[in-house]
T-cell receptor, first 115, second 111 residues
């Protein structure tokens, strides 16, 4: 149980384009999902907390207009990187919280490369 | 701000050896989590600890929630090559707080 999927697993795009990443909880409903960013050899950096049916909560320093988050259902959250630039290249990982358990289950991650 | 420290930062061990790593903080946490991340993959939850003093095992892995609530330990017995990866500890103060991740311990196992 507690399986989280992400799509796509990797994406290469040109500078200036927008990229959408999907995060799905496959066998449970997640009222809360999280989006992280991870640079090589570093820990996970929380970008935002995504709550179903409401606006996401962004961490300090994360531009909400650049990283659009939509949590339209209890099993799907999307992260759209708008007008991507090379500095946005990173490993993006989502996680979902199993209700009341205080534990997060992570997706496999999406490797974004912006040329 | 809140911060977790992990030690060692990296370790190289011989296959079959036991491994011990820890996670410390200056703040009290009420939940400790241990994750393992393989290259190019998302972290996988290994063990979750919810009570001070709790000792929990998952196969060859054993983790403990420190009595002071400011630390946690992870031990791996009889290491094997597939134990290679980065081990992250994570702490949570309350259900309303965000999870704080440590910087990770990189484990390499020499066959």
């Amino acid at each position: 149980g507690a399986v989280v999927s992400q799509h796509p697993s990797r994406v290469i795009c040109k500078s200036g384009t927008s990229v959408k990443i999907e995060c799905r909880s496959l066998d449970f409903q997640a009222t809360t999902m999280f989006w992280y960013r991870q640079f090589p050899k570093q820990s996970l950096m929380l970008m935002a907390t995504s709550n179903e049916g409401s606006k996401a909560t962004y961490e300090q320093g994360v531009e909400k207009d650049k990283f659009l988050i939509n949590h339209a259902s209890l099993t799907l959250s999307t992260l759209t990187v708008t007008s991507a630039h090379p500095e946005d290249s990173s490993f993006y990982i989502c996680s979902a919280e199993v209700g009341g358990a205080d534990t997060q289950y992570f997706g496999p991650g999406t490797r974004l490369t912006v040329l | 701000g809140q911060q977790l420290n992990q030690s060692p930062q990296s370790m190289f061990i011989q296959e079959g050896e036991d491994v011990s790593m820890n996670c410390t903080s200056s703040s009290i946490f009420n939940t400790w989590l241990w994750y393992k991340q393989d290259p190019g993959e998302g972290p996988v939850l290994l063990i979750a600890l919810y009570k001070a003093g709790e000792l929990t095992s998952n196969g060859r892995l054993t983790a403990q929630f420190g009595i002071t609530r400011k630390d946690s330990f992870l031990n791996i017995s009889a290491s094997i090559p597939s134990d290679v990866g980065i081990y992250f500890c994570a702490g949570l103060k309350t259900s309303y707080d965000k999870v704080i991740f440590g910087p990770g311990t990189s484990l390499s196992v020499i066959p």
